[in-house]
């Protein structure tokens, strides 16, 4: 059964930096390229981040563009996204998730898995 799991969530003060990790149960890890979304309250949920296979390619969406890296560990099936200079509007549940498609997907509906969420909050 696959798995992913996140950790790393909590809260912090606006300016301030966590680093979320997302560990896969998934057979062959570097067959999937690996996203992180986010869900605020009352909101759809939206595309963070991704990055590719091997990890050469990443992309961000604009709103965080410059302030959070995704990286990926294959040899240990995790992938990571760094948040920096965090304000009060980053405050989501924040999820990964694995796609096995080829093509880099921003639509969540292109992925595979998801875990079950941390929660990131950023106070004013």
């Known amino acids: 059964q696959v798995q992913l799991v996140e950790s790393g969530g909590g809260e912090v003060q606006a300016g301030g930096s966590l680093r979320l990790s997302c560990a896969a149960s998934l057979r062959t890890f570097s067959n999937y390229a690996m996203g992180w979304f986010r869900q605020a309250p009352g909101k759809e949920r939206d595309f963070v981040a991704v990055i590719s296979r091997l990890g050469k390619r990443t992309y961000y969406a604009d709103a965080v563009k410059g302030r959070f890296t995704i990286s990926r560990d294959n040899a240990k099936n995790t992938v990571y996204l760094q948040l920096n200079s965090l304000k009060p509007e980053d405050t989501a549940v924040y999820y990964c998730?694995?796609?096995?498609?080829?093509?880099?997907?921003?639509?969540?509906?292109?992925?595979?898995?998801w875990g079950q969420g941390t929660q990131v909050t950023v106070s004013s």
């Open positions: 998730a694995a796609d096995s498609n080829y093509a880099i997907a921003f639509n969540d509906e292109n992925y595979d898995y």
